[in-house]
């Protein structure tokens, strides 16, 4: 009898081409997605889901709005409601080993997954690997710019050229002879904020962390450098200082400032002044004179998606990802006009779409050079206390310009990030 069952089984699975693995498999699926911003995240997602409804028709991607992802997921994982969680999430970059380490056994281990994750840019990828072990696919670019409106370098003499692959000394002495010949200061940042100082930190392959997770702010040689010159191009009147985030929007949308160094998704606050088309340029940023790693190559911002360990299908989840953001060109080469979301998936530079000429920057292929930047952004690993040193850094800068010793205001920030990791 079990001879016959056996026969009859093998002539189904050769002669009519069923398995019980493949109808498993290509039963009704549903993943469901949370992240936020409907124009970027959440149109990338759904078009994501529409390459991969031709590879597997039976899984419905449902991609819900989630404004405070981090928030709604430390809540349910903490009273033990993991059941109540996505597939897939959305995390920003500088939470990303923080959770993972906060909660070990929530993320799904993308490691031995297939997913090529030498495709993406190497800092990328560095931010989601704990232990050795890979926990998202990296999605959106975050590399630093530097934009220029090209006019105003003309009025002075100079072009785009004379701002690129420049240490921040030669910027600060072509930024002084600018504002002479054109009365316009180069930058412009929120006064508390730390965002530029970040950025240049990065440039330099160094954080406020040491790689044992210490704090690294009192001793650190580098950003000592950098709020130096913090203070130099404000006292030279190089940057401007403004005190909120649409001022400092409007600083370079109205002309007061001639340019901005950010996240290159400040592309998109850029191009709102339409008026201005044909006049702005793109090029890396300034690096740091004494440094023993400075490059001109940093990032500010930028998240990746991670897979659930709660999951029903985490290997579904992690399919539907493998086919889109970490394989797909298509993909990024329609999400990318619309919504300027720029990858940090490599082949998708070479892409004709990624090397069109851009008009509002004078015809220069701004995207793909942007991700030939990506490629050479240093790795730092953020640690779990970012926002806190962040925040403490921010207020050691506000009390250095008032006139505080830049080692005490350090040293106060630094003890400050140690009191709340006890």
Known sequence: MKKGLTLLLIFVVVFLGFSPV??????????T???????????????????????????TIDVIEESDVEIKLTTMV?????????????????????NIISYPDTFFDLTDSGIDFAQFADYKVALSVVNG????????NGTAINAIRTDVLQQAGYTLADFTDITW???????????????????????????LLMTMLQSAGTWMF???????????????????????LVKSGVLVQVNEWDQY???????????????????????????QKGKWGITNIPKLDRAPNATNYSNQGGSSWMVLA?????????????????????????????????????PAGDSAVYNQPHEFFGGQAIYADITAFAAKVPQVSYGLYNYEARDALGNAITQIMAGADIDAALREAEESVKFLMW
């Not at 493949?22 to 993943?31: G, M, N, P």
């Not at 992240?35 to 039976?58: G, L, Q, R, T, V």
């Not at 997770?213 to 130099?232: F, P, R, S």
């Open 22 to 31: 493949t109808a498993e498999a290509e039963q009704e699926v549903t993943i």
């Open 33 to 59: 997605v949370w992240c936020w911003d409907p124009s970027f995240n959440i149109y990338a997602m759904e078009e994501a889901a529409k390459i991969y409804a031709e590879i597997a028709p039976h899984v």
């Open 78 to 98: 903490n009273a033990g409601q993991t059941d109540a969680l996505p597939d897939i999430l959305l995390m920003q970059d500088n939470s990303l080993h923080k």
């Open 133 to 140: 072990r890979n926990y998202a696919v990296p999605f959106d």
């Open 169 to 195: 000394s030669e910027y600060l002495k072509i930024g002084k002879d600018v504002l002479d010949k054109t009365g316009k200061p180069l930058l412009s940042a929120i006064a508390e904020s730390p965002g």
């Open 210 to 232: 040491d790689p044992n997770g210490e704090v690294y702010i009192a001793e650190n040689a580098v950003l000592k450098e950098i709020v130096e010159v913090y203070i130099e």
């Open 249 to 275: 929007i409007s600083s370079f949308n109205r002309g007061t400032v001639a340019g901005t160094i950010n996240g290159c998704w400040i592309i998109g606050s850029i191009v709102q002044q339409t008026d």
């Open 310 to 346: 709660s999951s029903a299908h985490p290997e579904v989840a992690t399919d539907f990802l493998a086919h889109t953001f970490a394989g797909s060109v298509k993909l990024y080469e329609t999400i990318l006009p619309s919504s300027g979301a720029l990858a940090t998936y490599l």
